[in-house]
């Protein structure tokens, strides 16, 4: 049985992220989620691979749970869920303490760094995601 890797992206809330209403705004979860997946890439992918790869956001579902504030410190956690072909499927969600602010599902496409065209990710690249093994 596979195992999927995490990786916990820490964020730190600043005073650009704040709207008029004294939180983080939402449209920030979306760079917030994208550090974190793409820091997830670089940690776990070896670097040919991530030299050779791009990743391009294609859809993100966030379901909101509770605010961020200024100067909060956060952590993105954030799972590759599956690999198929040219496309990975993310879950993110992001923590205040024990308090869950936002869980995100996410997919991407990898793109091959010099042409800009979908690449699928060499299996033994996606095995180490999951522990080695892929699910």
């Not at 974190?36 to 991530?50: C, E, F, G, M, N």
């Not at 579902?61 to 952590?75: G, H, K, T």
């Not at 024990?98 to 990898?110: H, I, P, Q």
Request: aromatic letters at 8%; glycine letters at 4%.
């Amino acid at each position: 049985m596979s195992i999927a890797v995490s990786h916990n992206h820490p964020i730190r809330v600043a005073s650009s992220d704040i709207d008029f209403m004294g939180h983080a705004n939402n449209a920030h979860y979306l760079s917030w989620v994208q550090e974190a997946v793409l820091a997830h890439w670089r940690s776990i992918a070896p670097p040919q691979a991530v030299a050779e790869h791009l990743w391009v956001a294609l859809k993100h579902e966030i379901s909101y749970r509770r605010p961020a504030f200024l100067n909060d410190e956060l952590v993105a956690t954030v799972v590759l869920e599956r690999v198929q072909g040219a496309r990975a499927f993310y879950e993110t969600v992001i923590r205040r303490g024990e308090d869950v602010l936002a869980e995100v599902k996410s997919s991407w496409c990898c793109v091959c760094a010099e042409t800009l065209r979908p690449a699928r990710i060499a299996r033994d690249v996606a095995a180490r995601f999951f522990g080695g093994e892929l699910p």
